[in-house]
């Protein structure tokens, strides 16, 4: 039962004879009143402005598309706009053929590549020549 009080008086004459280094200086936790520390946000009762809406301002707002020409400003070259339209085949335009293809309406063949409802169109700025978006059949 005498061994834990040699190990505390071994440990007290190492400290004593200074062969451990400094301890580092004890914690203290900040509290809410330091100034240091960022205060928390604070709620608008009064119904001012935020003034972080203004950021919002500048926004790019998604843009429901159509299968026809649009008027609307240019995301790359800021330039008012009629857009250019190109129409893009897909899977269902391709199926539809071969449908038609495989129920001997072969002369009908062509139809879904001319309807706008099998085609994706894809708009373009036609001053600097960029995608704007598109819409999806």
Request: a negative charge; glycine letters at 2%.
């Amino acid at each position: 039962m005498s061994a834990p009080n040699e190990n505390n008086e071994k440990v007290q004459s190492a400290i004593s004879a200074n062969i451990y280094p400094d301890l580092p200086p004890p914690y203290t936790p900040k509290t809410p009143s330091d100034p240091q520390l960022p205060l928390p946000p604070t709620e608008n009762k009064h119904n001012e402005p935020d003034p972080s809406a203004e950021k919002d301002k500048d926004i790019i707002r998604p843009i429901d598309f159509r299968p026809s020409s649009m008027r609307l400003t240019c995301p790359s070259c800021k330039a008012e706009v009629m857009t250019r339209t190109e129409k893009t085949p897909t899977l269902r335009t391709h199926a539809c053929a071969c449908l038609l293809f495989w129920l001997v309406w072969w002369p009908c063949i062509c139809l879904p590549y001319c309807l706008p409802g099998c085609n994706d169109v894809d708009h373009f700025c036609p001053n600097c020549d960029s995608y704007i978006g598109g819409f999806k059949c």
